[in-house]
């Protein structure tokens, strides 16, 4: 069976620090591969997705960067954080070509103070 | 023409009772309509799906109404318990898209 993981599960970090989540699917190959932020009490904003080693798209021009250095590894990463990154970070993966349905990971909880 | 439209924002049901959720898309070439249930503090599960080829969908509890002409569909949450109370999101996504749209949420709140 499949498998998503991330980490950390919380993190408090100051303003203008660096920031790296990592995200790693198992069970699966060659799967698409998201990064979603989540506000408090909002909806699901899309920021990244992936549908191989080294392709990212970016949904939304931030303050943030994704990478992909292996096939089941998704890393969301900034060099300086702001207050606004401060959310709840999802990853997710479905099937590449399949019919569109995506599972998520347990989430980070990011505070940027 | 990529929106989904998700209402109520927030919906208070009694235990027991049936809370309903609706969606309304615009894009015709949607073809696969999941729901997802997020508790507090977790990420979204899949709940349930349906493809348009089909009016109603069931398992369990759960049940989605699909309506292509209208361009809109359901979840349908019978006999609704405190431990359904989690914020329920729509997507739509067509075939090859790689995306899902989602709906902006509705808290759901089962009153015991």
């Known amino acids: 069976s499949q498998t998503i993981h991330q980490w950390p599960a919380t993190l408090v970090q100051p303003v203008g620090s660096p920031l790296s989540l990592e995200c790693t699917v198992e069970?699966?190959?060659?799967?698409?591969l998201y990064w979603y932020r989540q506000a408090a009490g909002r909806g699901l904003q899309l920021l990244f997705y992936?549908?191989?080693?080294?392709?990212i798209s970016s949904e939304v021009p931030q303050n943030l960067s994704a990478s992909r250095p292996q096939d089941r590894q998704f890393i969301l990463s900034s060099k300086k954080l702001l207050l606004s990154d401060s959310g709840f970070y999802l990853c997710?993966?479905?099937?590449?070509?399949?019919?569109?349905?995506?599972?998520f990971g347990p989430g980070t909880r990011l505070t940027v103070t | 023409q990529q929106q989904v439209k998700q209402s109520p924002q927030s919906l208070i049901v009694q235990k027991g009772g049936i809370s309903i959720i609706n969606c309304a898309y615009e894009?015709?070439?949607?073809?696969?309509f999941p729901w997802y249930q997020q508790f507090p503090g977790k990420g979204p599960a899949l709940l349930i799906a349906i493809r348009p080829d089909v009016s109603e969908k069931k398992e369990g509890r759960f049940t989605i109404s699909f309506n292509k002409s209208a361009k809109q569909f359901s979840l349908h949450i019978m006999d609704s318990q405190p431990g359904d109370s989690a914020t329920y999101f729509c997507a739509a996504t067509k075939t090859g898209f790689q995306k899902l749209v989602f709906g902006t949420g509705t808290r759901l709140l089962v009153s015991p």
């Open positions: 997710a993966w479905s099937v590449l070509g399949g019919v569109g349905e995506q599972y």
């Open positions: 894009n015709t070439a949607f073809d696969y």
């Open positions: 992936s549908v191989g080693i080294g392709q």
């Open positions: 069970g699966t190959s060659n799967p698409n």
